[in-house]
Protein backbone atom coordinates (compact mmCIF):
# COMPACT_ATOMS: atom_id res chain seq x y z
CA UNK A 1 0.00 0.00 0.00
CA UNK A 2 1.23 2.99 -0.47
CA UNK A 3 2.51 5.92 1.82
CA UNK A 4 1.45 9.51 2.23
CA UNK A 5 2.70 12.07 0.15
CA UNK A 6 4.96 14.72 2.16
CA UNK A 7 7.28 15.80 0.84
CA UNK A 8 10.65 14.28 0.04
CA UNK A 9 14.08 14.69 0.33
CA UNK A 10 16.74 11.91 -1.26
CA UNK A 11 19.98 13.81 0.27
CA UNK A 12 23.69 12.75 -0.15
CA UNK A 13 22.73 10.15 -3.25
CA UNK A 14 24.83 9.45 -6.20
CA UNK A 15 22.35 10.93 -8.82
CA UNK A 16 22.37 8.61 -12.02
CA UNK A 17 19.99 10.55 -14.80
CA UNK A 18 20.51 9.35 -18.44
CA UNK A 19 18.34 12.08 -19.81
CA UNK A 20 21.12 14.23 -18.97
CA UNK A 21 23.82 12.38 -19.11
CA UNK A 22 24.51 12.77 -15.40
CA UNK A 23 26.69 10.59 -12.58
CA UNK A 24 27.92 12.72 -9.58
CA UNK A 25 26.73 13.46 -6.26
CA UNK A 26 23.49 15.79 -5.25
CA UNK A 27 19.83 15.66 -3.62
CA UNK A 28 16.69 15.02 -5.25
CA UNK A 29 13.40 17.01 -3.57
CA UNK A 30 10.37 15.37 -4.48
CA UNK A 31 6.52 17.05 -3.51
CA UNK A 32 3.24 16.79 -4.98
CA UNK A 33 3.85 13.75 -7.58
CA UNK A 34 6.67 15.48 -9.22
CA UNK A 35 10.57 15.85 -9.01
CA UNK A 36 11.11 19.79 -7.91
CA UNK A 37 14.62 19.76 -8.02
CA UNK A 38 17.98 17.17 -8.53
CA UNK A 39 20.67 18.76 -8.18
CA UNK A 40 24.22 18.95 -5.52
CA UNK A 41 23.00 21.49 -2.10
CA UNK A 42 18.96 21.37 -2.22
CA UNK A 43 19.02 20.33 1.59
CA UNK A 44 21.72 22.88 2.67
CA UNK A 45 19.30 25.90 1.13
CA UNK A 46 16.28 24.33 3.15
CA UNK A 47 13.41 22.47 2.23
CA UNK A 48 10.00 22.65 2.67
CA UNK A 49 8.21 22.51 6.62
CA UNK A 50 6.95 18.80 6.64
CA UNK A 51 9.71 17.02 4.52
CA UNK A 52 10.64 13.45 4.90
CA UNK A 53 14.79 13.79 4.79
CA UNK A 54 15.82 10.55 3.86
CA UNK A 55 20.15 10.33 4.22
CA UNK A 56 20.80 8.37 1.55
CA UNK A 57 24.74 8.10 2.52
CA UNK A 58 26.33 7.58 -0.98
CA UNK A 59 23.29 5.02 -2.20
CA UNK A 60 22.06 5.76 -5.76
CA UNK A 61 19.47 7.64 -6.33
CA UNK A 62 17.95 6.88 -10.50
CA UNK A 63 14.45 7.32 -12.47
CA UNK A 64 12.50 3.84 -11.99
CA UNK A 65 12.26 1.40 -14.14
CA UNK A 66 10.75 0.72 -17.04
CA UNK A 67 9.57 -2.80 -17.75
CA UNK A 68 9.16 -2.76 -21.17
CA UNK A 69 7.88 -6.68 -21.93
CA UNK A 70 5.78 -8.03 -18.94
CA UNK A 71 3.06 -10.79 -18.72
CA UNK A 72 0.66 -10.58 -16.20
CA UNK A 73 -2.27 -12.57 -16.31
CA UNK A 74 -5.28 -10.58 -16.28
CA UNK A 75 -7.49 -11.06 -17.62
CA UNK A 76 -7.89 -14.49 -17.87
CA UNK A 77 -5.26 -15.95 -16.23
CA UNK A 78 -5.17 -14.47 -12.59
CA UNK A 79 -3.71 -17.72 -11.20
CA UNK A 80 -0.25 -16.89 -12.73
CA UNK A 81 -0.22 -13.29 -11.79
CA UNK A 82 -2.22 -10.39 -10.83
CA UNK A 83 -1.65 -6.51 -11.38
CA UNK A 84 -1.55 -6.48 -7.57
CA UNK A 85 1.14 -9.03 -7.30
CA UNK A 86 3.06 -7.99 -10.51
CA UNK A 87 2.86 -4.49 -9.25
CA UNK A 88 4.41 -5.86 -5.91
CA UNK A 89 7.21 -7.78 -7.52
CA UNK A 90 8.09 -4.73 -9.56
CA UNK A 91 8.22 -2.47 -6.90
CA UNK A 92 10.44 -4.83 -4.74
CA UNK A 93 12.23 -4.86 -8.38
CA UNK A 94 12.61 -0.84 -9.03
CA UNK A 95 10.29 -1.31 -11.56
CA UNK A 96 7.77 1.58 -11.31
CA UNK A 97 6.17 1.25 -14.83
CA UNK A 98 5.39 -2.04 -15.96
CA UNK A 99 4.26 -2.58 -20.12
CA UNK A 100 2.16 -5.78 -19.88
CA UNK A 101 1.55 -8.10 -23.19
CA UNK A 102 -1.63 -8.59 -25.17
CA UNK A 103 -1.59 -12.37 -24.33
CA UNK A 104 -4.46 -12.24 -22.05
CA UNK A 105 -7.65 -13.96 -22.04
CA UNK A 106 -9.45 -11.91 -24.06
CA UNK A 107 -6.56 -10.64 -26.42
CA UNK A 108 -6.31 -7.35 -26.11
CA UNK A 109 -7.32 -6.55 -29.21
CA UNK A 110 -10.10 -3.73 -28.68
CA UNK A 111 -10.48 -0.36 -26.53
CA UNK A 112 -13.15 -1.92 -24.07
CA UNK A 113 -9.95 -4.73 -23.19
CA UNK A 114 -7.39 -1.36 -22.71
CA UNK A 115 -9.39 0.42 -21.08
CA UNK A 116 -10.44 -2.73 -18.54
CA UNK A 117 -6.91 -3.22 -18.16
CA UNK A 118 -6.09 0.42 -17.48
CA UNK A 119 -9.32 1.17 -14.65
CA UNK A 120 -8.10 -2.40 -12.84
CA UNK A 121 -4.62 -1.32 -12.77
CA UNK A 122 -5.53 1.55 -11.39
CA UNK A 123 -7.43 0.18 -8.84
CA UNK A 124 -5.73 -2.73 -7.44
CA UNK A 125 -1.88 -2.31 -8.59
CA UNK A 126 1.03 0.20 -6.55
CA UNK A 127 3.41 0.81 -9.84
CA UNK A 128 2.19 2.86 -13.08
CA UNK A 129 0.94 -0.36 -15.86
CA UNK A 130 0.77 0.22 -19.33
CA UNK A 131 -0.64 -2.54 -21.71
CA UNK A 132 0.53 -3.19 -25.25
CA UNK A 133 -2.47 -4.31 -27.73
CA UNK A 134 -2.32 -6.81 -30.06
CA UNK A 135 -0.64 -6.46 -33.43
CA UNK A 136 -3.20 -8.56 -34.82
CA UNK A 137 -7.00 -9.51 -34.42
CA UNK A 138 -6.96 -12.68 -31.40
CA UNK A 139 -2.96 -12.66 -32.54
CA UNK A 140 -3.85 -14.78 -35.29
CA UNK A 141 -1.36 -12.72 -37.60
CA UNK A 142 -4.18 -12.41 -40.07
CA UNK A 143 -5.89 -9.47 -40.02
CA UNK A 144 -4.51 -5.84 -38.11
CA UNK A 145 -6.16 -4.37 -35.57
CA UNK A 146 -7.36 -0.76 -35.40
CA UNK A 147 -4.35 0.76 -34.15
CA UNK A 148 -5.64 3.77 -34.09
CA UNK A 149 -8.74 3.80 -31.61
CA UNK A 150 -6.43 1.72 -29.69
CA UNK A 151 -3.65 4.24 -29.44
CA UNK A 152 -6.35 6.75 -28.43
CA UNK A 153 -7.41 4.01 -25.86
CA UNK A 154 -3.82 4.01 -24.28
CA UNK A 155 -2.27 1.08 -25.75
CA UNK A 156 1.81 1.89 -25.87
CA UNK A 157 2.43 -0.40 -28.86
CA UNK A 158 1.55 -3.09 -31.00
CA UNK A 159 2.54 -6.67 -30.29
CA UNK A 160 1.51 -10.28 -31.07
CA UNK A 161 3.29 -11.07 -27.54
CA UNK A 162 5.61 -14.06 -28.63
CA UNK A 163 4.02 -15.04 -31.82
CA UNK A 164 5.76 -13.55 -34.65
CA UNK A 165 3.74 -12.33 -37.84
CA UNK A 166 4.85 -14.65 -40.93
CA UNK A 167 2.46 -13.49 -43.55
CA UNK A 168 4.71 -10.09 -44.53
CA UNK A 169 1.79 -8.72 -46.19
CA UNK A 170 -0.10 -8.06 -43.01
CA UNK A 171 3.40 -6.58 -41.48
CA UNK A 172 3.76 -4.51 -44.39
CA UNK A 173 0.23 -3.57 -43.60
CA UNK A 174 0.74 -2.82 -39.89
CA UNK A 175 3.73 -0.82 -40.11
CA UNK A 176 2.37 1.55 -42.79
CA UNK A 177 -0.65 2.27 -40.65
CA UNK A 178 1.25 2.38 -37.77
CA UNK A 179 3.61 5.09 -39.40
CA UNK A 180 0.32 7.53 -39.92
CA UNK A 181 -0.02 7.29 -36.32
CA UNK A 182 3.30 7.22 -34.98
CA UNK A 183 2.86 4.00 -33.57
CA UNK A 184 5.40 1.48 -32.46
CA UNK A 185 5.63 -1.85 -33.68
CA UNK A 186 7.13 -4.76 -31.23
CA UNK A 187 7.77 -7.78 -33.04
CA UNK A 188 8.70 -11.11 -31.03
CA UNK A 189 11.53 -12.51 -34.65
CA UNK A 190 10.93 -16.28 -34.33
CA UNK A 191 10.07 -18.07 -37.46
CA UNK A 192 8.13 -21.04 -36.32
CA UNK A 193 8.48 -23.47 -38.88
CA UNK A 194 12.30 -23.32 -38.29
CA UNK A 195 11.79 -23.68 -34.45
CA UNK A 196 10.14 -26.99 -35.40
CA UNK A 197 9.91 -29.22 -32.17
CA UNK A 198 12.92 -27.50 -30.61
CA UNK A 199 13.29 -26.30 -27.10
CA UNK A 200 16.65 -24.96 -26.35
CA UNK A 201 19.84 -23.43 -28.43
CA UNK A 202 20.87 -26.22 -31.36
CA UNK A 203 24.18 -27.01 -30.77
CA UNK A 204 26.71 -29.27 -29.08
CA UNK A 205 25.22 -28.98 -25.71
CA UNK A 206 22.04 -29.62 -27.27
CA UNK A 207 23.12 -32.69 -29.33
CA UNK A 208 24.82 -33.72 -25.66
CA UNK A 209 21.59 -33.24 -23.91
CA UNK A 210 19.66 -35.21 -26.49
CA UNK A 211 17.10 -32.21 -27.31
CA UNK A 212 16.22 -30.71 -30.12
CA UNK A 213 17.75 -27.16 -31.12
CA UNK A 214 16.66 -24.14 -32.42
CA UNK A 215 19.25 -22.69 -35.01
CA UNK A 216 19.68 -18.70 -34.84
CA UNK A 217 18.64 -18.20 -37.87
CA UNK A 218 15.16 -18.91 -36.82
CA UNK A 219 15.47 -15.21 -35.52
CA UNK A 220 17.21 -13.85 -38.00
CA UNK A 221 15.79 -14.36 -40.89
CA UNK A 222 12.58 -12.87 -39.37
CA UNK A 223 14.54 -9.80 -38.26
CA UNK A 224 16.02 -9.44 -41.72
CA UNK A 225 12.98 -9.80 -43.86
CA UNK A 226 11.55 -7.07 -41.24
CA UNK A 227 14.25 -4.46 -41.44
CA UNK A 228 13.27 -4.71 -45.37
CA UNK A 229 9.60 -4.19 -44.43
CA UNK A 230 10.91 -1.02 -42.47
CA UNK A 231 12.78 0.37 -45.21
CA UNK A 232 9.73 0.14 -47.08
CA UNK A 233 7.38 1.64 -45.14
CA UNK A 234 9.16 3.88 -42.90
CA UNK A 235 7.12 2.76 -40.00
CA UNK A 236 8.63 2.57 -36.11
CA UNK A 237 9.63 -0.87 -35.09
CA UNK A 238 11.53 -2.80 -32.07
CA UNK A 239 12.56 -6.09 -31.88
CA UNK A 240 11.14 -7.47 -28.84
CA UNK A 241 13.94 -9.90 -27.92
CA UNK A 242 17.20 -10.71 -29.72
CA UNK A 243 19.71 -13.66 -28.83
CA UNK A 244 21.98 -14.09 -31.06
CA UNK A 245 25.39 -12.66 -32.92
CA UNK A 246 23.35 -13.51 -36.06
CA UNK A 247 20.69 -10.62 -35.30
CA UNK A 248 22.94 -8.05 -33.98
CA UNK A 249 24.77 -8.19 -37.71
CA UNK A 250 20.65 -7.16 -38.85
CA UNK A 251 20.22 -4.89 -36.43
CA UNK A 252 23.30 -2.90 -36.77
CA UNK A 253 23.22 -2.73 -40.62
CA UNK A 254 19.33 -1.37 -40.27
CA UNK A 255 20.65 1.43 -38.11
CA UNK A 256 23.74 2.21 -40.16
CA UNK A 257 20.95 2.91 -42.51
CA UNK A 258 18.98 5.25 -40.49
CA UNK A 259 16.16 3.04 -40.32
CA UNK A 260 13.86 3.49 -37.21
CA UNK A 261 14.58 0.90 -35.62
CA UNK A 262 15.20 -0.47 -32.13
CA UNK A 263 15.76 -3.65 -30.34
CA UNK A 264 15.34 -5.00 -26.92
CA UNK A 265 17.15 -8.12 -24.88
CA UNK A 266 16.65 -9.53 -22.16
CA UNK A 267 17.87 -9.95 -18.89
CA UNK A 268 17.94 -13.84 -18.94
CA UNK A 269 19.83 -13.52 -22.40
CA UNK A 270 22.47 -10.74 -20.77
CA UNK A 271 23.47 -12.46 -17.70
CA UNK A 272 22.78 -16.28 -18.75
CA UNK A 273 23.99 -18.54 -20.93
CA UNK A 274 23.09 -22.20 -22.49
CA UNK A 275 25.29 -24.49 -19.96
CA UNK A 276 23.35 -22.83 -17.11
CA UNK A 277 20.43 -25.06 -18.31
CA UNK A 278 22.75 -27.83 -16.85
CA UNK A 279 20.68 -31.28 -15.64
CA UNK A 280 17.62 -29.90 -17.57
CA UNK A 281 16.46 -26.73 -15.54
CA UNK A 282 13.02 -26.11 -16.51
CA UNK A 283 13.02 -22.48 -15.17
CA UNK A 284 15.72 -21.47 -17.96
CA UNK A 285 13.31 -22.67 -20.73
CA UNK A 286 12.77 -19.39 -22.46
CA UNK A 287 11.89 -18.26 -25.92
CA UNK A 288 13.62 -17.56 -27.21
CA UNK A 289 16.09 -19.83 -25.93
CA UNK A 290 19.31 -18.72 -24.02
CA UNK A 291 21.99 -18.83 -26.25
CA UNK A 292 25.94 -19.83 -26.43
CA UNK A 293 28.48 -17.84 -24.23
CA UNK A 294 29.74 -16.12 -27.56
CA UNK A 295 26.22 -14.79 -28.11
CA UNK A 296 25.69 -13.44 -24.54
CA UNK A 297 28.76 -11.96 -24.64
CA UNK A 298 28.04 -10.20 -27.93
CA UNK A 299 24.40 -8.66 -26.21
CA UNK A 300 26.97 -7.30 -23.54
CA UNK A 301 28.95 -5.60 -25.69
CA UNK A 302 25.80 -4.52 -28.34
CA UNK A 303 24.30 -2.46 -24.82
CA UNK A 304 27.49 -1.07 -23.74
CA UNK A 305 27.49 0.19 -27.19
CA UNK A 306 24.00 1.01 -27.55
CA UNK A 307 23.14 -1.04 -30.51
CA UNK A 308 20.60 -2.62 -28.12
CA UNK A 309 18.28 -0.19 -26.73
CA UNK A 310 16.23 -1.78 -23.77
CA UNK A 311 16.92 -4.50 -21.24
CA UNK A 312 13.61 -6.03 -20.30
CA UNK A 313 12.80 -8.29 -17.91
CA UNK A 314 10.82 -10.64 -20.10
CA UNK A 315 8.70 -11.52 -16.65
CA UNK A 316 6.42 -14.87 -17.53
CA UNK A 317 4.84 -16.38 -14.50
CA UNK A 318 4.01 -20.38 -15.08
CA UNK A 319 3.18 -22.49 -12.25
CA UNK A 320 4.37 -25.73 -11.17
CA UNK A 321 2.52 -27.53 -12.78
CA UNK A 322 3.70 -27.13 -16.63
CA UNK A 323 7.66 -26.40 -15.18
CA UNK A 324 7.79 -29.66 -13.33
CA UNK A 325 7.85 -31.34 -16.14
CA UNK A 326 10.66 -33.03 -18.22
CA UNK A 327 12.67 -30.02 -20.06
CA UNK A 328 11.14 -31.07 -24.13
CA UNK A 329 7.58 -31.53 -22.02
CA UNK A 330 7.77 -27.94 -19.95
CA UNK A 331 6.25 -24.48 -20.77
CA UNK A 332 8.59 -21.97 -21.60
CA UNK A 333 9.45 -18.93 -19.32
CA UNK A 334 10.89 -17.26 -16.38
CA UNK A 335 10.14 -14.50 -13.76
CA UNK A 336 11.94 -11.54 -13.68
CA UNK A 337 10.39 -8.53 -12.28
CA UNK A 338 12.10 -8.80 -8.94
CA UNK A 339 15.84 -9.76 -10.05
CA UNK A 340 16.39 -7.89 -13.23
CA UNK A 341 18.01 -5.25 -11.83
CA UNK A 342 20.18 -6.94 -9.54
CA UNK A 343 21.16 -9.59 -11.95
CA UNK A 344 22.46 -6.40 -14.52
CA UNK A 345 24.43 -4.94 -11.32
CA UNK A 346 26.66 -8.00 -12.03
CA UNK A 347 27.62 -6.75 -15.09
CA UNK A 348 28.22 -3.33 -13.44
CA UNK A 349 30.38 -5.02 -10.71
CA UNK A 350 32.36 -6.89 -13.55
CA UNK A 351 33.40 -3.73 -15.75
CA UNK A 352 31.57 -4.82 -18.41
CA UNK A 353 28.91 -2.22 -18.55
CA UNK A 354 28.66 1.84 -16.71
CA UNK A 355 25.57 1.90 -14.18
CA UNK A 356 24.26 4.83 -16.15
CA UNK A 357 24.70 2.90 -19.29
CA UNK A 358 22.37 -0.33 -17.96
CA UNK A 359 19.91 2.32 -16.32
CA UNK A 360 19.81 4.03 -19.49
CA UNK A 361 18.22 0.60 -20.78
CA UNK A 362 16.06 -0.07 -17.78
CA UNK A 363 14.37 3.28 -17.88
CA UNK A 364 15.49 6.06 -19.62
CA UNK A 365 15.12 4.33 -23.09
CA UNK A 366 12.15 2.33 -22.90
CA UNK A 367 10.20 5.65 -21.76
CA UNK A 368 11.35 7.62 -24.57
CA UNK A 369 10.43 4.67 -26.71
CA UNK A 370 7.08 4.21 -25.74
CA UNK A 371 6.26 7.83 -25.02
CA UNK A 372 6.06 7.60 -21.39
CA UNK A 373 6.84 10.10 -18.57
CA UNK A 374 9.69 8.94 -16.35
CA UNK A 375 12.89 8.04 -16.98
CA UNK A 376 14.42 10.93 -16.03
CA UNK A 377 15.29 12.96 -12.91
CA UNK A 378 14.57 16.22 -14.52
CA UNK A 379 12.72 18.73 -12.52
CA UNK A 380 8.87 18.19 -13.34
CA UNK A 381 9.69 14.99 -14.55
CA UNK A 382 7.24 12.48 -12.49
CA UNK A 383 8.55 11.55 -9.02
CA UNK A 384 9.11 7.83 -9.90
CA UNK A 385 12.64 7.53 -8.33
CA UNK A 386 14.63 4.62 -6.83
CA UNK A 387 17.18 4.17 -4.22
CA UNK A 388 19.66 1.61 -4.78
CA UNK A 389 22.48 0.20 -2.63
CA UNK A 390 24.91 -1.13 -4.69
CA UNK A 391 26.90 -3.24 -2.76
CA UNK A 392 24.64 -4.96 -0.44
CA UNK A 393 25.42 -8.85 -0.88
CA UNK A 394 22.52 -11.17 -0.78
CA UNK A 395 20.90 -14.64 -1.92
CA UNK A 396 17.78 -15.17 -3.56
CA UNK A 397 15.36 -17.23 -1.62
CA UNK A 398 12.29 -17.85 -4.15
CA UNK A 399 10.03 -18.07 -1.23
CA UNK A 400 10.63 -14.33 -0.57
CA UNK A 401 9.95 -13.30 -4.04
CA UNK A 402 6.35 -11.05 -4.00
CA UNK A 403 4.82 -13.22 -7.50
CA UNK A 404 2.74 -15.20 -7.20
CA UNK A 405 4.77 -18.05 -9.30
CA UNK A 406 8.61 -18.78 -7.81
CA UNK A 407 9.79 -19.96 -11.49
CA UNK A 408 13.14 -18.08 -11.41
CA UNK A 409 16.36 -18.77 -13.08
CA UNK A 410 18.05 -17.20 -10.63
CA UNK A 411 17.09 -19.71 -7.89
CA UNK A 412 19.71 -19.18 -4.73
CA UNK A 413 21.40 -16.98 -6.88
CA UNK A 414 24.37 -14.85 -5.40
CA UNK A 415 23.45 -10.99 -5.88
CA UNK A 416 25.60 -7.58 -5.16
CA UNK A 417 23.42 -4.72 -5.25
CA UNK A 418 19.69 -4.43 -4.60
CA UNK A 419 16.82 -1.66 -4.47
CA UNK A 420 16.37 -0.03 -0.99
CA UNK A 421 13.40 2.48 -1.92
CA UNK A 422 10.95 2.46 -4.68
CA UNK A 423 8.84 5.79 -4.54
CA UNK A 424 6.07 6.32 -7.38
CA UNK A 425 4.26 9.05 -8.05
CA UNK A 426 5.36 10.96 -5.05
CA UNK A 427 4.61 8.16 -2.57
CA UNK A 428 6.81 4.97 -1.11
CA UNK A 429 5.91 1.88 -2.19
CA UNK A 430 8.84 -0.46 -1.73
CA UNK A 431 11.39 0.04 1.27
CA UNK A 432 13.90 -2.81 1.92
CA UNK A 433 14.27 -3.13 5.50
Not at 105 to 120: C, E, G, Q, Y
Not at 320 to 328: H, T
Request: glycine content about 10%; overall charge negative; aromatic content about 4%.
Amino acid sequence: MRTDRRPILLANARLIDPSRDLDGPGDVLIADGTIRDARRGIGAAGVPEGTDIINCAGKVVAPGLVDMRAFVGEPGAGHRETFASASLAAAAGGITTIVCQPDTKPVIDNSATVDFILRRARDTAIVNIHPMAALTKGMKGEEMTEIGLLKAAGAVAFTDGDKSVMNALVMRRALTYARDFDALIVHHTEDPNLVGEGVMNEGEFASRLGLFGIPNASEAVVLERDMRLVALTGGRYHAASLTCTDSLDVLKRAKDAGLGVSASASINHITLNENDIGPYRTFLKLSPPLRTEQDRAALVAALASGLIDVIMSDHNPQDVEVKRLPFAEAAHGAIGLETMLSAGLRLVHSGEVELKTLIRAMSTRPAELLGLPGGSLRPGSPADVIVIDLDTPWVLDPADLKSQCKNTPFDEARFSGRVARTIVDGRTVYEHV
